[in-house]
């Protein structure tokens, strides 16, 4: 099987502007969570979509949002950018059935706001 | 909400010998730690996971302990060789939602030839 694809793998941003992750999961999966990684908060989850519906949110801005299409595929969006949102953005695909699923991760994006 | 504390930081050994690095969690309703590792410029690779109903669990050579009574849980590496350098990542889910994993801090593994 195929593993799990970001799209872009690297971003370069302005404050203030939009930015769109996208990220395909692995075929079969339902549920897709995202999570940021930075050197001083490390691992953070921001949220969990499962049959495109947002089924757990970890305690990011409301400017940090998502969605997951019939397909599976899943967005992040982050509005309003701040300097403090350069990170990498990774996602990770589980079949979403239970608490214990084992989850993959994508190579992650890596944005960048100057 | 759940935490979870990872040591040592950083660990350097000689290719050939053992690893260990311990995480603690403080939900005692946490029932699924899984561990990752970490290679330069590429997403965490699930390595070994352990559920709370097991207490060690091996693969090849790398283990997984847990003690649920003391709220640790423990990867070894035996055997290690200059590959296994990485950043290893533990994590702890089960009672805060699904899906939702709450990471270590990370261990950089540097393993010498």
Redesign the interface.
Known sequence: KAGVTQTPRYLIKTRGQQVTLSCSPISGHRSVSWYQQTPGQGLQFLFEYFSETQRNKGNFPGRFSGRQFSNSRSEMNVSTLELGDSALYLCASSSGLAAETKQFFGPGTRLTVL | GENVEQHPSTLSVQEGDSAVIKCTYSDSAS??F?W?KQEL??????II?I?SNVGEKKDQRIAVTLNKTAKHFSLHITETQPEDSAVY?C?A??N???????????TRLLVSP
């Open positions: 029932n699924y899984p990752y410029g590429k997403g965490p690779q699930l996971d559920r990542f994590a889910s089960g805060t939602g699904f899906q939702k994993l709450v990471f270590g801090t990370g």
